[in-house]
């Protein structure tokens, strides 16, 4: 072995320490976030309509003039996360940095149809983030989640009680609800086609269900939620919405949706509601009636870094602050033979989400 090829012990340590220093500060590029859509800092580029230098920010910002270079130091890191890109400008002779959008970052612009921001700030909020420093302590309780160790109850009960996270949290929902349903009314049609009925249980204020009754003028749509979510909310011609326990029971339809429900509960909880699903499409059975899930399938094998890191730190979410968990292909498979099910399809067609198609 040549000698410029000997692993250098010190580098190695080093390289090491910045590996662990990196995990550690990890929270800053999501506090960053949240801090650049408080602030409106997509909203203000968008509007300058071209690149915007940091006093031209400020300016639109608002904020503390004594403060612009830590607005400096702030779009920095954003720069280096990729939600912002920074170029030059040429002005009078010289040149100046500017700051542009992104494809990432337009997705955070208030306006945008499909914006991500609402569920940006329901996933940073400290009612979400702050279980975390408590599962140290749910390991050695009886708690069934950190979250419970935390509040003394589990999110969707404390959701009921608290109207300000309520809101923050359904808003966050419906921002997810609008992007997933854009995708399945434009690339997944044939999931929807030859139903008359279909049931979207937890599907929070409805947006996905009416995503769906207005690409499918004919298919009678009716949402499942908590008597809290639905107050107040009004239907439409083929939408309604009823209150309700989907433990308990599921209005009969050909078809039962569920967006990002199953990861909240654990298998025993699943199979119990795959029952009720069962019995609800049973009369739908010869006519091709199924269940539809809109869920993570968690491959560590074919998954790139980025995308598998991003799922198993949901599945470290769903741990912290629900009794559920990301699945595998096979720990699906398990859930649809023990309720019963003979047959699924998946179709990876939502990113880091796929569309699991279950059938009787």
């Known amino acids: 072995m040549a000698l410029t090829d000997a692993v250098d012990p010190i580098q190695e340590l080093l390289d090491a320490q910045s590996h662990v220093w990196n995990l550690i500060f990890s929270y800053i590029s999501s506090m960053s976030l949240k801090s ?31 403060k612009s270079h830590a607005l400096f130091r702030l779009m920095r890191i954003l720069v280096h996360s990729k939600i912002f890109n920074k170029v030059k400008i040429s002005k009078d002779e010289d040149e100046e940095e500017a700051y542009s959008l992104t494809r990432t970052s337009r997705l955070l612009l ?68 609008r992007f997933v ?26 947006t996905v ?3 769906v009754a207005d690409a499918f003028s004919g298919l009678k749509c009716v949402v499942l ?4 979510v ?29 967006k990002w429900i199953f990861h909240d509960w654990s298998d025993e909880d699943c199979i119990k509601i795959l029952e009720r699903c069962k019995e609800a499409i049973f009369s739908s059975k010869e006519k091709g009636g199924k269940v539809i899930i809109v869920d993570m399938v968690v491959d560590c094998e074919k998954q790139e870094d980025e995308g598998i890191e991003t799922q198993l730190s949901m599945d470290m979410l ?14 699906w498979a398990e859930l649809f033979s023990a309720a019963g099910f003979l047959n699924y399809k998946i179709t990876p067609i939502l990113g880091l989400r796929s569309v699991i198609e279950v059938f009787l």
């Open 318 to 331: 769903m741990m912290a602050v629900t009794t559920g968990k990301e699945r595998s292909e096979k720990e």
């Open 209 to 211: 269900a009416k995503v």
């Open 110 to 177: 208030r306006d945008e149809p499909l914006s991500f921001s609402p569920f940006a700030l329901a996933m940073i909020d400290p009612i979400i983030a702050d279980p975390f420093h408590n599962v140290t302590e749910w390991f050695k309780d009886e708690c069934a989640s950190p979250f419970f160790t935390r509040n003394g109850s589990n999110l969707f009960e404390l959701a009921g009680n608290d109207r300000v996270f309520n809101q923050v949290f359904n808003e966050g929902m419906a921002s997810d609800a």
């Open 36 to 66: 650049a859509i408080q602030l409106g800092i997509p909203d203000a580029i968008h509007k300058h309509n071209k690149p915007i230098t940091l006093i031209q920010l400020a300016d639109a910002l608002s904020i503390n003039k004594a």
């Open 181 to 206: 349903g854009s995708i399945l009314v434009g690339k997944c049609k044939h999931v929807f086609e030859g139903l008359t009925t279909l049931v979207d249980v937890g599907g929070g204020t409805g």
């Open 230 to 258: 639905v107050a107040r909310l009004e239907g439409s011609e083929n939408l309604s919405f009823v209150s309700g326990d989907m433990f308990e029971f599921i209005p009969p339809a050909d078809a039962v949706f569920f």
């Open 225 to 228: 939620e908590l008597p809290h």
